[in-house]
């Protein structure tokens, strides 16, 4: 299937680090990203990373790859209200290169 | 500056009546997508042109069309909205579609059907 998943809810308080993560289905996929989406805004590309990365840091965000276990994980240190949105990651599919398959989405909530 | 403009923000139509939904880009972009998000769910590819060649997906209802008479705009057509077609609609392009390359985002339409 084209399922990707991520866990629904995470709360932190604020300056902790947050991880989220997300499993993917295929094994193939070239790019995986992240984007954020405010409330009531569309999706902002926070960070991506080919498939051939296992790390890619990017200031307060890090991006870890397994692909060996299909899982992605986004990791904000320092975790700030203003980071508090719905965290999508995205696989692109290798044999079709325009087309995303969206996660459910991560509510995160920084509570001070 | 706003580079990928939706327009409009919140959308009501009446069941069964047409409505589009109109997107612009200022990126001169060749790819255009509209993705479909209802509520707390993921974004989903709806079709989306590469330069002037369109691609629906599979799955996507024939009650959804689109246009694009140029490089810088392009339109959803909802021929006859249900409720089920609530939802908001993402607009986004890239430069050439390929895997590296930044897909920028529209701030969305949000639909209402009543």
């Known amino acids: 299937g084209e399922d990707v998943e991520q866990s629904l809810f995470l709360s932190v308080r604020e300056g902790d680090s947050s991880v989220i993560n997300c499993t993917y289905t295929?094994?193939?996929?070239?790019?995986l990203y992240w984007y954020k989406q405010e409330p009531g805004a569309g999706l902002q590309l926070l960070t991506y990373i080919f498939s051939n990365m296992d790390m890619k840091q990017d200031q307060r965000l890090t991006v870890l790859l397994n692909k060996k276990d299909k899982h992605l994980s986004l990791r904000i240190a320092d975790t700030q209200t203003g980071d508090s949105a719905i965290y999508f990651c995205a696989e692109r599919k290798s044999y079709n290169t325009d087309k995303l398959i969206f996660g459910t989405g991560t509510r995160l909530q920084v509570f001070p | 500056d706003a580079m990928v403009i939706q327009n409009p923000r919140y959308q009501v139509t009446q069941f069964g009546k047409p409505v589009t939904l109109s997107c612009s880009q200022t990126l001169n972009h060749n790819v255009m997508y509209w993705y479909q998000q209802k509520s707390s769910q993921a974004p989903k590819l709806l079709f989306h042109y590469y330069d002037k060649d369109f691609n629906n997906e599979a799955d996507t209802p024939d009650n959804f069309q689109s246009r694009r008479p140029n490089t810088s705009f392009c339109f959803l057509d909802i021929r006859s909205p249900g409720l089920g077609d609530a939802a908001m609609y993402l607009c986004?392009?890239?430069?050439?579609?390929?895997?590296?390359?930044?897909?920028?985002f529209g701030q969305g339409t949000r639909l209402t059907v009543v």
């Open positions: 986004a392009t890239s430069r050439d579609g390929t895997g590296g390359t930044e897909a920028f």
């Open positions: 295929d094994s193939s996929s070239t790019y």
